[in-house]
């Protein structure tokens, strides 16, 4: 069962460390009581999560989401870009949290932050946090998709598909490419 830590307590997560473009994006929540069906977004529905989403931002103390973009994730690295993204979303909250919890096994020493393996599953902040970083996420991959529209990004978020790949053989990688994954570095190396 989700639990509600109190509407002093920020929820921080992010959604799209795995994929092999795009930026990943980090939302902070406070929210001001329990919401119902908040859990993480990963087990929710499309549909529900657009619901879940607008709920929160309408009835949360506080929300924000920030990226990483693909150009710090190359520069610092997937964990570091995704540390950093965490505090400027925390650093962004018009409201300075008592308590802040971090879904994952990361802390974020500068803010004595709590990590809690499966916070989205157990902590509501998170959850929230975790259901608007999601949904700022695919929408901005439906936006990119429009304009590299071979590549099906609106489809599969840019994670490492059969289609994806197959795509990135055929038409090379994008600027929105993570060069440093595998994958993506794999390709690349065909191509020479």
């Not at 995704?82 to 949290?97: E, F, S, V």
């Not at 008592?98 to 994952?104: K, S």
């Not at 902590?123 to 695919?138: E, G, H, T």
């Not at 489809?155 to 038409?171: C, D, K, P, V």
Request: hydrophobic content about 50%; glycine content about 6%.
């Amino acid at each position: 069962m989700i639990e509600h830590l109190g509407p002093e307590v920020a929820g921080v997560d992010e959604a799209g460390r795995g994929p092999l473009a795009g930026p990943v994006m980090v939302a902070a929540v406070i929210l001001a009581r329990p919401i119902p069906g908040l859990r993480d977004s990963k087990k929710l529905r499309p549909q529900q999560r657009q619901v879940l989403a607008a709920r929160i931002r309408a009835e949360a103390r506080a929300w924000v989401v920030v990226s990483a973009s693909t150009w710090e994730i190359e520069r610092d690295n997937i964990l570091a870009a995704t540390l950093q993204a965490m505090d400027r979303a925390i650093r962004a909250l018009p409201l300075r949290p008592q308590r802040i919890v971090v879904d994952g096994n990361r802390v974020l020493p500068q803010w004595q932050a709590e990590a809690m393996v499966g916070g989205d599953d157990r902590v509501d902040a998170i959850a929230a946090a975790s259901i608007l970083a999601k949904v700022a996420r695919d929408r901005e991959m439906a936006l990119l998709d429009q304009h590299y529209p071979l590549y099906g990004f609106a489809r599969h978020q840019a994670y490492g598909t059969a289609a994806h790949l197959a795509a990135l053989r055929r038409f090379g990688v994008t600027p929105l490419h993570r060069r440093t994954f595998a994958p993506v570095a794999r390709i690349l190396e065909e191509g020479r």
